[in-house]
């Protein structure tokens, strides 16, 4: 007990109370030794006296400080007792809703009959690894300790699970089997970690059922062994069980079911494969009926039932056998529908009327008669003879009951087999990590042989756990060379003799049992004789002789006698089983097998895994009392606890109405006591039960410290402290690393702190008070002042204003006064003045008007007079005019007459005409002088042709060959027809491709205009938009970066697993190989079907890719076997177009050669037909020159006649110059049209002439040239010929017309189409204006979204579209290249012989001057790097696989791997070697994953990260592709890739960095994750301002940064390192400022979870050593420059839980604080923190539940993750911008370190 001075006024207590079990109250009085009473002030402010027992002198028990509630280990209190065990459970229970908690090395686990969100995949992530105390208490907790101690002490490991029914036991094993199967993966290909999980199912449907306490209450025992390899991997299980309760087959309480699987069989018996077992509803069968709850709220049967057959064929029971199950269990319900009735006073008979019987005898293939017989019958043996004895009704009753319990026993034992024959494994597990699920301590009201039993394991469960403990606390007590003490523990070895011992109950009870006429009184009555007043733990109810009690460890227990002789024997009519094993039924005989063999094996005696009901059970085993067997299988279970260490999981169950997070403190602390926690709370007060390290007591209470007590031994430090504070010496003990106290001795210290701290703050606070009242008197003097300065200021301005005031007035009326005078002076000059101007105004006006009147007079009379003579004139002058006119008329009338006869006149017209027929003849001589001259060139040309005679035979004889060769090319007329009708079509398809390019391209303006007016609209609507406020369009942007972010995201998660699944295979073969190996096999076999159908694929894609395919090539694609999927699907496209451009080239060759042929004859036929040309062509200019000839004279004829016309005319009215003007004109039009019809008959002349000359040789030249090639003109006429030209003329005009009429046709043809594609557009632009107007009625954000939303799918179609229509173009370019190089092979043929010739000269001078061109080139390189074939592993060797990022690629440039390999690549670009391009890349890919694969080292994957990085954006700017050459220079641009597309490996390549940045992420997390917690959390960054509270068992890790090796110094030391690796090996700085986000996100998310896992960091201290330390990290990221990076923004949740620590936490304005800060946060997270927060000082106060919920309403409408923790396994999504490179390859030198002698540079 505490000392009596702490007694003290204000000190709170605990005194007992009948409704709440415990109740505090406060001391209104210092207690003094000797007083017999406590003055005492309840909660609810009652006073009251606490009497004392005078003699025992035991003070109630003292309260811990309220900062000490609700820690998570009940060790680390203060004052170890019940009421504060209590209260600290019922805080972290119901209000910190907490359901675990250690006491110790116990885990207390309550049962929030509620889901949590606690036992996720990122919540067991956030355990694994982690020490037991470095987190708050889970399940999984413990199961990381057993797991990590398994393997690292190579010890079997066990969880003991207990607890009473309806506790949770069952779902805290399954979370620890689920814990296991997570975090250790399966060896064997059938996961095996599922089929561990599959088997939870299975056995909740035979061995749960509803109870009036839990709704599945496991009614067996289990105890599931979990096998592990030797690398920890999960390889089988094993499961025992113990003790099924088979009472509950045949009888139920009320409100209670059987067990589930039978309800699951009644709700399925709709189905059709149900229908032969004959079931109905539930309410039928008595042995489901008798609890009157066949159904459980939220619970559907059928569902249930789904997914037990699911498991059941997960685990590899087959259909069959499950509906063989499913029989048995059918017949079962129906033997309990059997009715029995009396035939007299000893016998029965069955009454099958419903037909059950027949029904059961059907379904277990039995004989009905034998069964009836023996249901009611019975078979006595004795010495000479066997008798058949009839049974009571009762008996037979009884009988059919125990045959269906034992039916259900041995069906259940069937399971189990099964269930462990799934999980076995062949190979032998190295460890093993046990689960015991088991039945805790219970008592009814009426306690049967089952509570026996259940108790019995109990005792020896909590012995074995007693001994633990102590030997825990002994272990402790060594290691910390502390003086060991005997601690007074309880043992319950007397309870468990009085049970197990020999004439102990179970001895007596077997005894009873093989009595004849045994009976339960008869045994009660050996019980009281043998054990009454003999033994402590056992008693006898006073009122009853059937019944006794035993002492147990947690409570008296009364059994009742009834029943216990029957259940012990467990008898069942051999006869009946005999029935049955003659069944016809293989799964029910199969049940039995056992009981034919009494000679069966009995290994599981010896080997540790016995069960009970298990089905290799002997025979003589089954004659074994149920007792016996259970001691037994008991025994068993403690030596295997025994051999392995063990983890304690106590499971308490709050109240009996199943209401979450609500605690009844009088079940609570039954079952505290029941499970041992309380006695592990005593055994550890009876001790030192709180322990402190050094470091954390010289933290803790350095307040309580002198100067000069303070030392550099920490040590030394707290001896000198300790021996003045407390003067008992046997208070405490000194250890080596941790000072011992016994209980109450930190409670004292914690008084001493807060009375020094109390004093401390008082005396800041008087300090403070005294400066604020100065600081306000000086204020208010201060301002009394300004007061006094301002009001006698405003007095004197207010007299200065009086003064002004009155001087103003003076002025004011001086100048009035004056001013009115003046006035009335110059109102007066003012009148006079208008008088004297208006009367001399009116003098001047009487003169003017005289004036004017005298002047209109004489103005009249001018006008008259002038008018009276003009009219007079122009009479005379009509009449005269009117003469003349006459005269005139007359005359013309006779001359018109006189011109119209001699118009008539031949020799009239002739006389006009004689000077245009005199320049006709000249015209006509010079056409004469030509034709000599062409006569003289003709005679020339036929000399010429006769010189050539010779060569004509020749080419004659040449000709006949030739119509040989086309005789033998007809005879294969079928061939070439049908060649050239694949040319003919091929040149239509080429004809309809470029009028598809034509329209292309026309589609193309269209496009580019409706990509302008697009342009436009969008720049409309950016105007628009730049008129919405910027949140709105930041938002709309934001979305789209997050849908842009997530889809880049899911595509590396993609080629995440994909690279784990390559993974995965490498190593399953390589493990394969290894097993061959050892194996000596000699031959290979595929790893695995993905392997073979990917070899079968490569060799299919070889054999296609070329005829002709060497050893080297087969190999080359071998190494390119390893490539990404996508690129094998690339390449095998690229494979079947080569073969198709094959095909191609072939059929080109073919018509080539026809071609040829063709043309050679051809070229025959015009060297024949040569002349012939030549003579028309010299016609035809001859034509031509003189057409133009005659033009030029008619042109001249046109302006003489012109000229002369102006010349004729006289007099404006001649009527001859008008006549001779229209005769000249009709003249003119005339010739012409004559001189283009003598032009036209010459033509058809000279081509007449031209087929005759070739008609009849070199016969006719002679007479061909003396014949005038010109005929006369009226020879022409007087033929006939001029008409017939006039004809052809007229015949050619309809042609002509014809065709201007189809290409006006035409023409309106696209005018109509040009028109329709011009409404499509008007309605597009309409509709676009629809749209916009709709989407500007939408609110801005929507707009925004809606626009750009459209905007994008009508460029993402245009681009579809445009990308379709550049393939079809590209491949008619490819097309029309390929018929060029054809046709520029045609026409060089003939011109490569002569140039041949030419330069062979000249190649001889190159050849003898080759070495002064090399020496040139090696001036200018062109940036190649030229290599031998079988150098090229020896490339890859030394420049991937050796190369050391840490030794000579230190001293390279950047990327200069990258830039050889490039150089090399170009060189076999430049040498059109396909195969040696597919081979570099393939093969530098392959070696890459492979130097990654075998070093997983931040150097080295940083540095291949740049290098390919680099690759890539050299193939992009070396491509030639215009938006990347852009940014070259022209000296690089010469350098682009000439001959290969290598697009596909620029995605190849892109896929491959970004699984080099995942690994390079990965990496960073291994090396910087274990430092994040200690440096963010545990590290005391700001000295003085942490308080260590106290802590318990479960003791965390040293937070002191003189033990700590991570420091935040060390985590920013690392990430320097990382940044100026990064950087060094020349990683683009867009990508550096990805990773350093990456890594700030990381730290964010473990402190973060961190933070939410650990109760004890989330105060308001540990909130401002998180803003530090994220200051240090901003400060980090400001040096370096990396502001933008977005790795400030991944901190903001960290960031906004630190100031939530902070920040004040009590009124409704505090609340909606929280909710307008803490936006970077869940509401799951935020309300979390304030529930998990803990103040350190009894100052602080906790946040109120009403605060919590008052922040859930506010926050209940966002819309968010539900998840807890943030996922620390997001990579985000990268991007590698393009990144050009201003290095020119040419200059580039290969370092001598790297012996790459042998590449040559080109």
Known sequence: MAAPELYSKFARVWIPDTTDVWRSAELTRDYRPGDTVLHLRLEDETECEYKLDPKSGVLPHLRNPDFLVGENDLTALSYLHEPAVLLNLRVRFTDSKLIYTYCGIILVAINPYESLPIYGSDIINAYSGQNMGDMDPHIFAVSEEAYKQMARDEKNQSIIVSGESGAGKTVSAKYAMRYFATVSGSSTESSVEKKVLASSPIMEAIGNAKTTRNDNSSRFGKYIEIGFDRKHNIIGANMRTYLLEKSRVVFQASEERNYHIFYQLCACAHLPEFEPLKLGSADDFPYTNQ??????????????????????????????????????????????????????????????????????????????????????????????????????????????????????????????????????????????????????????????????????????????????????????????????????????????????????????????????????????????????????????????????????????????????????????????????????????????????????????????????????????????????????????????????????????????????????????????????????????????????????????????????????????????????????????????????????????????????????????????????????????????????????????????????????????????????????????????????????????????????????????????????????????????????????????????????????????????????????????????????????????????????????????????????????????????????????????????????????????????????????????????????????????????????????????????????????????????????????????????????????????????????????????????????????????????????????????TKEEQLQLERTKELEDCQRVLGAERDYEALKRQELESDNKKLKKDLQDLRQSLSKGKGSKVASPGGQAYNVVLEQLNSTNEELEVRKEEVLILRSQLVNQEAFKHKETGSEGDSGDSSRSPTLDLHELNEDGELWMAYESLKETNRILASQLQTQGQSHEEEVEGLRAELQRLKAELGQQQQMMSDSLELPHDARIQASLQHEISRLTQQNMDLLEQTGKQDKMVRKLKKCLKIYMKKLGEPEAGVHFEQSSPENVVGESGRTVSIVRKERDFQGMLEYRKEDENKLFKILITDLKPRGVAVNLIPGLPAYILFMCLRHADYANDDQRVSTLLNSSINAIKNVLKKREEFETISFWLANTCRFLHCLKQYSGEEGYTKHNTPRQNEHCLSNFDLSEYCQVLSDLAIQIYQQLIRVIENIIHPMIAPAMLEQETIQGVMGVKPTGMRKRTSSFPEDSCHTLEAILKQLDVFYFTLLQHGNDTELVRRVIKQQFYLICCVTLNNLLLRKDMCSWSKGLQIRYNVCQLEEWLLDKDLQGSGARESLEPLIQAAQLLQIKKKSQDDADAICTMCTALTTQQIVKILSLYTPVNEFEERVSISFIKSVQNLLKDRKESSQLLMDAKIIFSVTFPFNPSSVALETIQLPSSLNLSFLTRV
């Open 291 to 1148: 609890g009157r709850s066949p159904v459980i709220e939220g619970v559907n049967d059928l569902m249930e039932m789904q997914a037990t057959r699911k498991a059941f064929s997960l685990l590899g029971i087959t259909e069959a056998h499950q509906m063989g199950l499913f029989q048995i269990l059918s017949a079962i319900l129906h033997l309990g529908n059997v009715e029995v009735k009396e035939r007299g006073s000893s016998s029965c008979g069955i009454s099958d009327e419903n037909g059950h019987l027949a029904v059961f005898c059907d379904l277990t293939e039995v004989s009905y008669e034998s069964m009836a017989h023996w249901l009611c019958n019975k078979k006595l043996k004795t010495a000479t003879e066997t008798l058949n004895k009839p049974v009571t009704r009762l008996e037979a009753m009884n009988g059919r009951d125990a045959l269906s319990k034992h039916i259900y026993a041995k069906l259940f034992s069937w399971i189990v087999g099964q269930v462990n024959k799934a999980l076995s494994t062949s190979s032998k597990p190295h460890s093993f990590i046990g689960v015991l699920d088991i039945y805790g301590f219970e008592t009814f009201e009426v306690n049967s042989f089952e509570q026996f039993c259940i108790n019995y394991a109990n005792e020896k469960l909590q012995q074995q756990f007693n001994m633990h403990v102590f030997k825990l606390e002994q272990e402790e007590y060594m290691k910390e060379q502390i003086p060991w003490t005997l601690i007074d523990f309880y043992d319950n070895q007397p309870c468990i003799n009085l049970i197990e011992a020999k004439m102990g109950l179970l001895d007596l009870l077997d005894e009873e049992c093989t009595m004849p006429k045994g009976s339960d009184e008869s045994w009660a009555q050996k019980l009281y004789n043998t054990h009454l007043k003999k033994s402590s733990h056992f008693e006898k109810p006073r009122m009853s002789n059937t019944a006794f009690i035993i002492l147990h460890f947690a409570d008296k227990v009364e059994y009742q006698c009834d029943g216990f002789l029957e259940k012990n024997k467990d008898t069942v009519n051999e006869e009946q089983i005999n029935v049955l094993k003659a069944s016809k039924f293989a799964l029910l005989v199969e049940l039995f097998q056992d009981e034919e063999t009494p000679a069966a094996q009995s290994t599981t005696a010896t080997s540790g895994r016995a069960k009970i009901g298990r089905s290799t059970q002997s025979f003589r085993e089954h004659k074994k009392s149920v007792g016996l067997q259970f001691r037994n299988s008991l025994h068993l279970l403690m030596d295997t606890l025994n051999a392995t260490t063990p983890h304690y999981v106590r499971c308490i169950k709050p109240n009996d109405l199943k209401a979450p997070f609500i605690m009844d403190p009088h079940r609570a602390v039954q079952q505290l006591r029941a499970c041992g926690v309380l006695e592990t709370i005593r055994i550890s007060a009876k001790g030192f039960p709180s322990r402190w390290t050094y470091q954390e007591f010289f933290s803790r209470y350095r307040v309580l410290m002198r100067k000069k007590e303070i030392l550099s031994d920490w040590k030394l430090t707290c001896q000198n402290v300790l021996e003045r504070l407390v003067q008992n010496k046997d208070k405490y003990q000194f250890g080596k690393t941790k000072i011992f106290f016994r209980a109450g001795q930190v409670a004292y210290l914690e008084k001493l702190r807060a009375d020094k701290l109390r004093t401390a703050c008082i005396h800041i606070q008087k300090t403070i008070r005294c400066w604020l009242a100065r600081k306000k008197y000086l204020r208010i003097r201060q301002a009394t002042i300004t007061l006094q300065r301002y009001t006698r200021g405003h007095q004197a301005r207010c007299l200065c204003n009086n003064l002004r005031r009155t001087r103003a007035a003076v002025v004011f009326q001086k100048n009035t006064r004056m001013w009115a005078a003046r006035r009335q002076y110059l109102r007066q000059k003012t009148a006079a003045v208008l008088i004297q101007k208006l009367l001399r105004g009116y003098t001047a006006r009487l003169e003017y008007k005289r004036l004017v009147f005298e002047h209109k007079a004489l103005l009249i009379q001018r006008w008259v007079r002038g008018f009276l003579a003009r009219w007079r004139f122009r009479r005379i002058k009509r009449a005269v005019v009117y003469l003349q006119c006459c005269v005139r008329r007359m005359l013309a009338r006779r001359e018109l007459k006189k011109l119209k006869i001699e118009a008539r006149s031949v020799e009239h017209f002739k006389k006009l005409n004689v000077g245009m027929e005199n320049k006709i003849m000249q015209l006509q001589r010079k056409l004469d002088e030509q034709h000599k001259e062409n006569r003289e060139l003709s005679e020339r040309i036929s000399a010429q042709e006769s010189h050539s005679a010779a060569d004509i035979e020749k080419l004659h004889v040449q000709l006949k060959t030739l119509q040989e060769v086309e005789e033998k090319a007809r005879r294969r007329g079928d061939l070439v027809t049908s060649l050239q009708e694949e040319l003919e079509l091929v040149r239509q398809e080429l004809e309809k491709n470029k009028e598809m390019v034509a329209d292309l391209n026309e589609k193309n303006t269209l496009l580019k205009s409706e990509k302008d007016e697009m342009n436009r609209l969008i720049q409309e609507q950016e105007e628009l938009i730049s008129e919405i406020p910027e949140t709105t369009q930041q938002e709309s942007t934001e979305h789209l970066q997050a849908q842009l972010n997530e889809e880049r995201f899911r595509y590396q998660n993609l080629l995440t697993e994909h690279l784990k699944l390559e993974e995965r295979y490498a190593d399953l073969r390589s493990e394969k190989e290894a097993a061959v190996d050892l194996s000596k096999l000699g031959h290979n076999r595929a790893d695995s079907g993905y392997s073979s159908s990917q070899s079968e694929s490569l060799h299919s894609s070889v054999l296609t890719g070329s005829e002709v395919s060497s050893l080297e090539r087969e190999d080359a694609v071998q190494t390119a076997a390893d490539v990404s999927l996508l690129m094998k699907l690339q390449r095998r496209v690229t494979e079947l177009e080569k073969e198709n451009m094959d095909l191609q080239g072939e059929m080109d």
